[in-house]
């Protein structure tokens, strides 16, 4: 199970952020909220993208679609966020090209 789809990591989200730059441990979430709390990385599903999904969704089954008949669905938008605060707190250095690729760099 991925560490941030527990609701006790959730709770405690801060102090792990501050644990693991404390003692200089590189991590990546799952999602952009660790992120943009101060965590270092995070690649994962695009949650606005999901729900959007999930909008259209729940429009086909008030407009009579059956769920039992809707495909099954999964992420295809996926978002890689660096936050350059907390990679310089820890000592590291992102390559540009990584830093390229990112969906947004936070500074």
Same mark, same amino acid.
């Given at each position: 199970?991925?560490?941030?789809?527990?609701?006790?990591?959730?709770?405690?989200?801060?102090?792990? %952020?501050?644990?693991?730059?404390?003692?200089?441990?590189?991590?990546?979430?799952?999602?952009? +909220?660790?992120?943009?709390?101060?965590?270092?990385?995070?690649?994962?599903?695009?949650? +606005?993208?999901? +729900?959007?999904?999930?909008?259209?969704?729940?429009?086909?089954?008030?407009?009579?679609?059956?769920?039992?008949?809707?495909? %099954?669905?999964?992420?295809?938008?996926?978002?890689? %966020?660096?936050?350059?605060?907390?990679?310089?707190?820890?000592?590291?250095? %992102?390559?540009?090209?990584?830093?390229?690729?990112?969906?947004?760099?936070?500074?």
């Amino acid at each position: 199970m991925p560490m941030t789809s527990n609701v006790l990591y959730y709770v405690y989200r801060q102090k792990i %952020i501050d644990l693991a730059s404390t003692h200089r441990v590189s991590v990546i979430y799952e999602t952009r +909220s660790w992120v943009d709390a101060g965590g270092l990385m995070s690649y994962g599903h695009d949650v +606005s993208d999901l +729900s959007r999904r999930a909008a259209v969704y729940v429009d086909k089954i008030f407009r009579g679609a059956k769920p039992g008949d809707l495909p %099954i669905q999964r992420p295809t938008k996926f978002e890689l %966020i660096i936050n350059l605060k907390a990679v310089r707190a820890i000592g590291l250095t %992102i390559p540009p090209s990584l830093l390229a690729r990112a969906d947004q760099v936070i500074e």
